[in-house]
């Protein structure tokens, strides 16, 4: 058993307090490698922000759970070597089972997420609690669920789109005891959030997603006042990452995302968490091909990871600066 306070990580409880009031949200950027790492905790001490790094289960598996817990650790350390001590969480995304929350408090995880959208809404209560009940022994903050949003994000799999139901959420939260709660109001796991048909056109030509369903999170924050609630697949899918990859091999088709003026909307509200995790892969994605289409002769992994890195870290602290809200709050 490692406990996160030892690795110098914090849980979620007082910065989304403080997100809450200042109406802001903290930035849950996802995870794999250390050139992601990297670029995390370069944009956000910079731009002086609270983070929370998040790792799916996928990216447990793909980067190891005792690597992640001396990288959490590395990465607390890094931060006050470049000159800010900002708060850092480590952050399981969509765990779908008790044994793998369970794992991750075990292995230093300040907070971790059980997603029983895909149960019914009693066993979705049930797994929550349970997670809750562990969980909350060692100080770790757990975030619930309730409706389920479409796509395809490692894992997380899901063909249709279920909002929340705001009648719901007051029970919720009280017979499971969860710290933050993921709501759907009409974003969308990975790239392709909506297909072209539910989409209108701007005078451009531009594809324009539906709008999100600010009634929803209204009648949310109605029923419970001052409760964190987080966004998931609230990436906004970069045309110009899109039209790099495309113009260097790539073939993303109809890659659409969330308009960043509505998530900045979101953020002043009590959403105080904010879940990116498909522009980043864009984004790296995007300055590895145009890197090695304009220098194949390259081959050492440091010559296309280190301008990735780069691209990276701009995407983060734009996030940070103009979308979120969350520079200087750290």
């Known amino acids: ?22 109406r802001y949200a903290v930035p849950a950027f996802n995870f794999n490698n250390m050139e992601q790492l990297q670029a995390i905790v370069q944009a956000c001490v910079e731009e002086g922000s609270p983070v929370i790094l998040q790792v799916s289960s996928g990216a447990r598996k793909y980067a190891n759970q005792t690597l992640l817990r001396y990288m959490a650790q590395g990465a607390v350390e890094y931060a006050k070597e470049l000159g800010k001590n900002i708060p850092i969480v480590l952050h399981l995304d969509h765990g779908d089972t008790f044994e793998l929350c ?5 292995y230093g995880f300040s907070s971790v997420m ?41 894992d997380v799999v899901a063909e249709h789109h279920t909002y929340t139901q705001p009648e719901e959420v007051e029970d919720f939260v009280s017979r499971t005891g969860v710290d933050s709660l993921a709501i759907s109001i009409g974003t969308s796991h990975g790239a392709n959030k909506f297909k072209p048909a539910q989409c209108t056109r701007d005078e451009n ?41 495309n113009s260097n091999g790539g073939k993303l088709k109809d890659a659409i995302g969330i308009p960043e003026e509505q998530l900045r909307r979101a953020a002043q509200s009590s959403v105080c968490k904010i879940n990116i995790d498909s522009d980043g892969r864009l984004a790296m994605t995007a300055a590895i091909r145009q890197t090695l289409s304009e220098h194949p002769e390259w081959f050492d992994p440091r010559q296309y990871l280190g ?8 995407l983060y602290k734009h996030k940070v600066v103009s979308v979120l809200g969350s520079a200087g709050k750290a």
């Open 1 to 22: 058993m490692v406990s996160y306070k030892e690795l110098g990580l914090v849980n979620s409880r007082e910065i989304f307090k403080k997100a809450i009031m200042g």
């Open 102 to 106: 369970k794992s991750c408090v075990e």
């Open 114 to 154: 059980i997603d029983g959208s895909h149960h019914s809404y009693n066993e979705n209560v049930e797994l929550t609690r349970k997670v809750v009940e562990y969980a909350h022994q060692y100080d770790v903050t757990v975030e619930g669920e309730l409706g389920v949003l479409a796509g395809i994000e490692d």
């Open 205 to 245: 030509g531009m594809l324009v997603p539906p709008p999100l369903r600010f009634d929803i999170l209204e009648e949310v924050e109605r029923r419970i006042p001052g409760f964190p609630i987080v966004l998931h697949g609230a990436s906004s899918v970069p045309q110009k990452y899109v039209e790099i990859i």
């Open 307 to 314: 301008p990735a890195r780069e691209q990276l870290k701009a």
